[in-house]
């Protein structure tokens, strides 16, 4: 079956960066459009960033300019390259595959300190 798995989170102070990664299983990832979105207590889960199958990518405003999403075809993996971060940027990130079926990694906790 479709699994993905993210790795990556972690704490990082004011400024820092991190780079997600989720890999995909049991699918060839390539042929969909996959995203990062990200969840706070009490909120919605919110759309950070988002790449198509032909690499065509699509970003919140708040985090533009500060996060890249890339992907590599040949790992069937899906990157969040995090720069400059802030504290509004503490959430649990979630990673996205769209198919006829929408998929979700089991989420990855991302802390920035002040």
């Known amino acids: 079956q479709v699994q993905l798995a993210e790795s990556g989170g972690g704490l990082v102070q004011v400024g820092g960066s991190l780079r997600l990664s989720c890999a995909a299983s049991?699918?060839?990832?390539?042929?969909?459009?996959m995203g990062w979105y990200r969840q706070t207590p009490g909120k919605q889960r919110e759309l950070v960033a988002l790449?198509?199958?032909?690499?065509?990518?699509n970003y919140a405003d708040s985090v533009k300019g500060r996060f890249t999403i890339s992907r590599d075809n040949a790992k069937n993996t899906v990157y969040l390259q995090m720069n400059s971060l802030i504290p509004e940027d503490t959430a649990v990130y979630y990673c996205?595959?769209?198919?006829?079926?929408?998929?979700w990694g089991q989420g990855t906790q991302v802390t920035v300190s002040s």
């Open positions: 049991g699918i060839i990832a390539s042929s969909y459009s």
């Open positions: 790449i198509t199958n032909r690499g065509v990518t």
């Open positions: 996205n595959l769209n198919t006829i079926n929408i998929y």
